[in-house]
Nanobody
Framework: QVRLEESGGGLVLPGGSLKLSCSAS????????MGWYRQAPGLQREMVAT???????NYSDSVKGRFTISRDTPKSTVYLQMNSLKPEDTAVYYC???????????WGQGTQVTVSS
């Protein structure tokens, strides 16, 4: 079992920045890739960014150049630095980590990000 706990969401003006954090605990040896997904009202959950234990990153086209995912492996923590935020970035952001030993997919409880003037 892996527990993921997010923090750092909030309300920000368009053009502003926020940094999300996700700490993993429990059987962290069962996970490799960690990532961030988001879900806006009425829409499907979508991938935002992922990072492997080796540091390889992947971003959705909608956030490339604005968001940066990073990882502190000793602390089992992944970050999402979000710059130049737009109203369309408004969503609940979820931390994700799929198990490498099974089809199990771990999710955090989500943190709300609202970009509005």
């Amino acid at each position: 079992q892996v527990r993921l706990e997010e923090s750092g969401g909030g309300l920000v003006l368009p053009g502003g920045s926020l940094k999300l954090s996700c700490s993993a605990s429990g059987n962290i040896f069962t996970i490799n890739t960690m990532g961030w997904y988001r879900q806006a009202p009425g829409l499907q959950r979508e991938m935002v960014a992922t990072i492997t234990s080796g540091g390889r990153t992947n971003y959705s086209d909608s956030v490339k150049g604005r968001f940066t995912i990073s990882r502190d492996t000793p602390k089992s923590t992944v970050y999402l630095q979000m710059n130049s935020l737009k109203p369309e970035d408004t969503a609940v952001y979820y931390c994700n980590a799929p198990s490498v030993f099974s089809t199990r997919n771990y999710w955090g409880q989500g943190t709300q990000v609202t970009v509005s003037s």
